[in-house]
């Protein structure tokens, strides 16, 4: 027996006096104490020094031959090697063909350098949409295809779940709406207990909450829970812990460490699931199947599924992730492979391997880059990559859920954490050790919000010089084959990965889930004007957040809501009316001096007009139930709902009846 099985069956007695004095000592188990120490960071340009003499000592002749790459590589670094550089390849293809008929039709005005300046962000912008494209083009090979070099659901399902391996199932949460948590977790409990192995997995509900009636509220949830979980024989069908914690540093990823400091020696494995997170028992079956057939993998991460609010916004995200943001799913799973993607849930990871090498060590510095890592899925997957394990996501294991916010507002409100934490994490892409893949991962998350402001500072600078000229549109060269052409280039690269993801569907037959054809091409249709319509308040927004993140001002660090309530115009009018009011002063005052030019701005000025019409309208529950019950954007999840998510829903609403009820009394 080696020594972590040792220290499990001595767990209790070496902790048991130290638990009795512990506030959660009915609630979780005995401590069995480990280490978790985080690695200073070298920082941004102590990084960069050991890269610059990293490459110099690659290209001092070797005292002895080297072992060509291909040779020592395993096979999927081999293949990931090839898919990136073809990835790479016609990523640049695209930029330069779009650059050069960019640069054909730009107008003359101004200075060479505010057009060289205005070039360059063209070719910023255009290369950074080439690469979703390019992405969702190899997903759709995958989805018609298949990947052979990908680990897959399908490699394990004959294999039996060894009985000594042990898995934590971990429910980090803070001030959340109980009813959602608990019953998307009683679901999956449920759904564990019928699949024969339920005693090898614990699941732990770890609380952050500082709340007096949220916390009093999530242990009557838990004594619940525990209580329905109980057999007829008085045993646990499975093991729920409940454990509040005092010391709240370091948000979700300091929960999840002292976790791991406390408990993480006596399992194996964890899977980690945020608040709104639902899987189904046969799911985390297949995931610890998954670690224990890959040994060097140390995060397998599952393609979630966006299911839950009838909210139009809500419905929108969800039909859009199931037909277009499956194709950008397993387009990185094709060139990213063992080095790929970790989003923070839904997730299994390697405890031992975490504990060892991925803790966070704070930024230092001051600002708002500065601090406790905030986007910390990214930086922990890049760790584990340097400390030699593999990150692989598993598109086909399925059965794992998510929920999308309910409206915009609530969609805003996460973006904003997001966006501060994805502009932190570039001060650690030059990080000695780290891989390539990774180092492009952090920066492609820098770039998803700052994109925004670029975007914005390429439109007010093309307008500027417009207006600067004195002639409108009349500055601009006329209609000609190259501008023909750069518009069939940025409408193909904006709107083809929706009508492949479209074609996905119809050529593998799966329009019946979606309510048939005509109604697929509907909703998709639907899904893209709502898109078109939210798209400039999005911009708007990130830009603004990333000003923020930049200037240091303070996060309001708040999980969007669980619940779908509605958008008041109240609310709306106060989040977004500025900038409605602002859109309908710019477009008043360019139809009285540039009437020729307010066509061309329409496509961003007028959604940022309807703002606050349109976040209300797409907030609406009612207007979502209708637009369901009229088949459109239906996924197949609603169509045929898997009984895990049957169970999540009907628990949730007797919860909430139940707490109306009390409420009422």
């Known amino acids: 027996m080696d020594a972590r099985h040792t220290a499990r069956l001595n767990a209790p007695a070496r902790g048991l006096l130290r638990e009795e004095r512990h506030p959660n000592s009915v609630t979780a188990p005995p401590l069995l104490r480990g280490s978790m120490p985080p690695r200073p960071w070298a920082g941004f340009w102590k990084g960069l020094g050991s890269a610059a003499l990293f490459i110099a000592t690659r290209l001092m002749p070797p005292r002895e031959p080297r072992a060509p790459l291909a040779a ?4 999927w670094e081999r293949a990931a090697i090839q898919r990136r550089r073809s990835f790479l390849a016609l990523t640049v293809c695209i930029s330069l063909l779009a650059a050069l008929l960019f640069v054909q039709v730009q107008p003359e005005i101004g200075p060479a350098w505010v057009q060289a300046l205005h070039a360059l962000l063209f070719v910023v912008l255009t290369t950074w949409v080439a690469t979703g494209f390019v992405t969702a083009l190899m997903g759709a090979w995958v989805l018609l295809r298949g990947d052979r070099h990908s680990v897959s659901a399908a490699s394990v399902r004959d294999r039996e779940l060894s009985g000594d391996t042990r898995t934590a199932i971990i429910m980090p949460i803070c001030n ?9 977790l009683r679901a999956t409990c449920e759904s564990l207990a019928g699949t024969g192995h339920a005693r090898q997995f614990d699941v732990y509900v770890l609380s952050d909450s500082n709340d007096p009636e949220t916390i009093a509220a999530e242990r009557q949830a838990w004594e619940a829970l525990r209580s329905a979980l109980t057999t007829p024989s008085g045993e646990a069908a499975v093991q729920v ?13 300091g929960n999840v460490a002292d976790f791991c400091r406390r408990w993480g020696r006596q399992y194996d494995h964890m899977v980690v699931l945020d608040a709104d997170s639902v899987m189904s028992g046969a799911s985390l079956v297949t995931l610890a199947k998954l670690m224990e057939a890959n040994p060097q993998a140390g995060i397998i991460q599952t393609a979630t599924q966006s299911i839950g609010h009838q909210t139009l916004h809500a419905r929108a995200q969800q039909f859009a992730a199931r037909v277009t943001g499956r194709l950008f799913t397993l387009g990185m799973q094709y060139w990213q492979l063992g080095e790929s993607h970790y989003w923070g849930h839904n997730a299994i990871i390697r405890v031992d391997a975490f504990m060892r090498h991925c803790a966070l060590a704070p930024i230092q510095g001051r600002g708002g880059l500065s601090g406790g890592i905030l986007s910390h899925d990214f930086v922990e997957a890049a760790l584990m990559r340097r400390a030699g394990y593999h990150v692989w996501l598993v598109a086909d294991v399925g059965g794992s859920f998510e929920q999308q916010p309910p409206d915009l507002l609530s969609e805003l409100q996460r973006d904003r954490r997001w966006c501060q934490g994805n502009l932190q994490n570039a001060r650690l892409i030059a990080e000695p050790g780290l891989h390539g893949m990774h180092r492009a991962m952090l920066a492609v998350g820098t770039m998803s919000y700052l994109s925004a402001p670029l975007w914005l500072g390429f439109m007010v600078l093309g307008l500027a010089m417009l207006l600067s000229s004195g002639l409108g549109v009349a500055g601009a060269r006329p209609l000609s084959g190259a501008s023909l052409g750069l518009w069939a280039v940025t409408l193909t690269l904006l ?12 050529l593998k037959g799966q329009q019946r889930g979606f309510g048939g054809t005509w109604r697929l091409l509907g909703s998709a249709l639907l899904e893209t004007i709502l898109a078109i319509l939210q798209a400039p ?23 969007p809501p669980r619940e779908a309530t509605g958008v008041s115009w109240r609310t709306a009018a106060g989040r977004l009316g500025a900038m409605q009011m602002a859109a309908l002063m710019f477009m008043s005052a360019m139809a009285l001096t540039h009437p020729g030019l307010l066509p061309w701005l329409l496509p961003v000025t007028l959604p940022l007009a309807l703002a606050v019409f349109t976040t209300v309208l797409t907030g609406h529950v009612r207007l979502g139930e ?9 996924v197949p999840e609603e169509a045929w709902s898997p009984a895990v998510l049957r169970k999540a829903w009907r628990h949730a609403s007797r919860m909430s009846m139940s707490r109306a009820a009390v409420t009422a009394g």
């Open 176 to 184: 959340e709406d109980v009813a959602t948590v608990f019953a998307g």
């Open 72 to 75: 020592t590589a395993a096979a």
């Open 537 to 559: 308040v999005r911009m708007i927004a990130h830009s603004i957040f990333v000003w923020a993140a930049l200037t240091g001002m303070k996060l309001d660090w708040k999980s």
């Open 495 to 506: 709107f083809m990965p929706r009508v492949l993801g479209v074609a996905a569907v119809l």
């Open 241 to 253: 812990y409940y454990r509040l914690r005092r010391r709240r540093t370091h948000r979700k990823a």
């Open 626 to 634: 209708w637009a369901r019950s009229g088949g459109a954007l239906l």
